[in-house]
């Protein structure tokens, strides 16, 4: 059984930055895509960003030079540095782990961004 565990989540002022971080335990094996996704009230869950094993990331035109998805993969974790943060990017942000043919879901952090 895998687990994610997300934290980092809270409430910013625009332009602020937060820092997201989500570990994964359990039997993890082989190649792995980590991301983010975020679903904001009364939309669909997008992703944000992913990022494979070697490194390789992709990001949402939304976010593209603010945002920036790292991992460790070690420690099995992924970050998430949020900067120049707007009011739109709130929403309860979902780390994702892809192994195999399974998909893997955190509870989800929320991320208000407001004055």
């Known amino acids: 059984q895998v687990q994610l565990v997300e934290s980092g989540g809270g409430l910013v002022q625009p332009g602020g930055s937060l820092r997201l971080s989500c570990a994964a335990s359990?039997?993890?094996?082989?190649?792995?895509?980590m991301g983010w996704y975020r679903q904001a009230p009364g939309k669909q869950r997008e992703l944000v960003a992913v990022?494979?094993?070697?490194?390789?990331?992709k990001y949402a035109d939304s976010v593209k030079g603010r945002f920036t998805i790292t991992r460790d993969n070690a420690k099995n974790t992924v970050y998430l540095q949020m900067n120049s943060l707007k009011p739109e990017d709130t929403a309860v942000y979902y780390c994702?782990?892809?192994?195999?043919?399974?998909?893997?879901w955190g509870q989800g952090t929320q991320v208000t961004v407001s004055s």
């Open positions: 994702n782990l892809f192994v195999g043919v399974y998909n893997y």
């Open positions: 990022i494979t094993s070697v490194g390789s990331t």
């Open positions: 359990g039997s993890i094996f082989g190649s792995t895509h």
